[in-house]
């Protein structure tokens, strides 16, 4: 049956899209996506080891435009611009609005098994242009192909295009769905029942109960904190550090630094080097487990190919493996591990790693492949390194993977696109989303954060969660600056928000602990969990081009949290908050006007949920602690340069009435909820942790009564420890907290116009079992 139409089709043709349409374009077709969008197909033809340009037309009524280009062959970066439609470098989605207030999407499709490229170009006059590679012997009779969509909001747009994408390249593999997989490939992987548990745990986050996964702990990275010169000493000295600090992180990756490689970067064997690692990886991760028991996840970095420039010739590898010498787009010729021994290498690689206890990898340099001049290697390898990934990442590390340098149409649209492994879910990747963070590059910080933030229009439609890479605590280039002080925090919250993992790469010794306070907190288990949204962060105003110099508006970002009610019956229902991070990313102090009703109604349409009205929101300021009421229908936000927020907009929940607190406020700071005048409460989560709405997981509300007085309780399960904010519309006399049947001290609770219950240092370890996450609390209001 076909989806319904979506209220956010807009239904034009492609004469209305494109000024003069490219008339011999005949070869179109129109499919229906999940959310109701009429998307065009249009394909041509393309003979083998071939490249061919072919003209679209000119965007018609084009007013404003985002598009995504390719700023180096491993990179996207965000192009914005109005009137006339011009990309300096190679395009993969281009956005663009009219002027009659429709949003046109134009994706250009790659990574299907006719291992065809395509890309958007645009030529004088601002006509686009879909260029496209065929790395396959034969001729392609769709190997050309675009698709192009069109409706009154944008990210319906964007979302109905990578669904149509997605449905088309499974449909090709002959699957039927988008398992990824050919044929017998789900026999090859070989999966055993501890990795299909796996798998089937990424459902738990999607009903009442809830349980970690490797991304959702607070990660230390090697690379800029201690340098590409790894040793087990250095390592061992580090995570001492950052133990005696009092931060207790939840895993650790060891980035690249560590192999056994030559002065050419190539790579001798697949063991550690035994001059710095003398008891190898193995040695290492003993000493990590018997000094640091609570961590959980040890990862390694590696190559795709190895290492950088592949395999040192004459090597144990180039001796144990099929090899092939590739010519590379810059002059050098690489020896990597031929496409018929790729499972092979990928299969001991990771088996050794996994014998050395390793849990998770960060896979590097992985568009190398795109570099290759020949289009038969190039064919070859792609397919080939991309399954044997896939397959000995799920076998060894139940697919806990980190894809880097990866945001090419090849992986994008076909490896980070595959949602299942037969009939179980796939565990989740996670995808670097930008380039590097440079932390002594000043003025890089900026374009880091707009780049990563408007990079999500893209990664956020795959089947991914995005890594804004890691960054610093405490900066090591602008001295005591301002400016430089100030983006760590910006830099934290973009990670707050981004919906992905948080990663930190501090110099021992060189911790700003507040800030790391603010963007983890401790679990039950004492262990440091990251509190992320339910979604991934996308921009609120996409056309919005970066102006550091000049300007004069704040970038925007949203996500969402959701929330579960819990009942008797074991059901539960869900409704969710908004996150908005503000950025000034301008050299100058900004001041900008809010209309909350306007603004919060473009977040729900992106969002694509049920919304909650404005009119049922409390609004609350994470710098300021400034509380807007549903009645306050404007604001103003001033930030100075580097500096940010992040507003948290909660619903109000109605209670139940009894006498105790049945009567609303009627003074000005207080506001009646609903037209039967029902109190209500709503929940802004751990006031300490920049995304700490995002730290309730579900809620249960249950009227008392005693010596006929009525009390509220309230039940929270948490997914970690801090202090605890909750807005009521009706005046509190008395509160009690308890967990795991311990009263909290009332000198940990604090009444007023936001109750705050303080639970930082409590040893929950009785609230709950030991295989249960969540911290129960139980409050009782009067």
């Known amino acids: 049956m076909a989806p319904p139409v979506s209220p956010f089709a807009a239904f034009l043709d492609l004469s209305d899209i494109f000024k003069h349409f490219n008339s011999d374009l005949t070869s179109t077709d129109t499919h229906v996506s999940e959310s109701g969008f009429k998307v065009f197909e249009i394909t041509n033809s393309i003979d083998g080891y071939s490249s061919k340009e072919i003209h679209l037309g000119k965007p018609h009524l084009l007013t404003r435009h985002l598009s995504f280009v390719r700023e180096s062959a491993f990179w996207l970066a965000p192009r914005t611009g109005d009137s006339e439609l011009s990309l300096d470098r190679l395009g993969v989605l281009t956005i663009f609005e009219r002027s009659d207030g429709v949003h046109v999407g134009i994706l250009p499709s790659s990574g299907t098994v006719d291992l065809c490229t395509s890309n958007l170009k645009t030529s004088g006059g601002g006509s686009l242009v879909l260029r496209t590679e065929n790395d396959s012997p034969d001729t392609q009779t769709l190997g050309q192909r675009v698709f192009v969509t069109s409706g009154i909001e944008f990210e319906p747009v964007v979302q109905a295009l990578f669904d149509v994408a997605r449905q088309v390249a499974f449909r090709e593999d002959g699957d039927g769905d988008d398992d990824g997989d050919d044929g017998d490939n789900n026999e090859n992987l070989q999966i055993d029942n501890k990795v299909l548990q796996k798998m089937e745990s990424l459902n738990i986050k999607l009903g009442p109960t809830w349980k970690t996964e490797w991304y959702d702990g607070l990660m230390y990275c090697t690379w800029n904190g201690l340098g590409p010169v790894l040793s087990h000493d250095l390592i061992i000295n580090a995570l001492a550090d950052l133990d005696a600090s009092g931060v207790n992180i939840s895993g650790i990756i060891i980035d690249d630094g560590w192999q ?114 020949d289009h038969h290697i190039r064919g070859a390898l792609y397919p080939a390194y991309q399954k044997a990934l896939f397959d000995s990442s799920l076998k060894y590390f139940d697919g806990k993977v980190i894809y880097c340098m990866a945001m090419v149409p090849n992986i994008m649209l076909r490896s980070l696109q595959k949602r299942t492994v037969g009939s179980k879910p796939r565990p989740t990747p996670v995808l670097r989303n930008s380039n590097d963070f440079f932390p002594t590059i000043l003025a890089s910080h900026f374009w880091h954060i707009y780049c990563n933030l408007y990079n999500t229009t893209y990664t956020g439609n795959l089947y991914s969660i995005p890594d804004f890479d890691m960054f610093q605590s405490k900066l090591q280039a602008g001295g005591e600056e301002p400016l430089a002080t100030r983006v760590t925090g910006l830099h934290a919250a973009a990670r707050c928000i981004s919906g992905g993992p948080i990663y930190f790469t501090d110099s021992p010794k060189k911790h700003e602990l507040d800030l790391i306070n603010a963007f983890s907190s401790p679990s039950r288990f004492n262990q440091r969990v990251v509190l992320r949204p339910s979604g991934i962060a996308k921009p ?133 909820i609903s037209r039967d005048d029902s109190p209500a409460i709503a929940f802004f989560g751990l006031l300490d942790n920049i995304c700490g709405v995002a730290g309730i997981h579900s809620y249960e509300i249950t009227a008392k009564t005693s010596d006929g007085e009525g009390d509220l309780g309230i039940n929270l399960w948490l997914k970690a420890l801090g202090v605890i904010g909750l807005y009521a519309t009706f005046p509190v006399e008395h509160a009690s907290v308890s967990i795991g049947g311990e009263p909290l001290d009332k000198s940990r609770i604090t009444l007023g116009k936001l109750l705050e219950f303080d639970i930082r240092y409590e040893a929950v370890e009785q609230a709950g079992s030991r295989g249960d996450e969540l911290v129960l609390i139980e409050i009782t209001l009067s």
């Open 540 to 672: 609120v105003f996409p056309y919005l081009p970066f102006d550091a110099d000049e300007g004069k508006t704040l970038h925007w970002g949203y996500n969402y949290s959701d929330l579960y009610e819990r009942s008797r019956d074991g059901k539960a229902t869900s409704i969710y908050s908004i996150l908005l991070a503000a950025f000034n990313l301008c050299y100058d102090e900004v001041t900008q006007g809010l209309n909350w009703t306007t603004l919060l109604a473009v977040v729900n349409s992106g969002i694509q949920k049920v919304a909650t009205k404005a009119d049922y929101l409390v609004i609350r300021s994470y710098k300021t602690g400034k509380i807007w009421l549903p009645k306050d229908k404007t604001a103003e936000v001033s930030l100075l340069s580097g500096e940010w927020d992040m507003i948290t907009a909660a619903p109000l929940i109605p209670v139940p009435a009894k006498p105790a607190y049945g009567k609303l406020r009627k003074d000005d700071d207080w506001i009646d």
């Open 260 to 373: 056994h490689t030559n002065q050419y970067r190539q790579l001798y064997d697949l063991r550690a080097d035994e001059f710095r690692f003398p008891s190898g990886l193995k040695g290492l991760v003993k000493d990590i487990r018997s000094k640091f028991p609570y961590i959980v996840d040890i990862g390694v970095w590696s190559t795709l190919v190895g290492y950088w420039e592949g395999v040192v010739p004459g090597s144990e590898l180039d001796e144990s493996y099929k090899t092939v010498d590739a010519r590379m787009k810059n002059g050098k010729t690489y020896r990597l591990v031929a496409a018929e021994d790729t499972a092979k290498f990928y299969d001991d690689y990771f088996s050794s790693l996994a014998e050395a206890g390793i849990t998770c990898v960060k896979i590097d340099y992985q568009a190398v492949i795109d570099d290759i001049q």
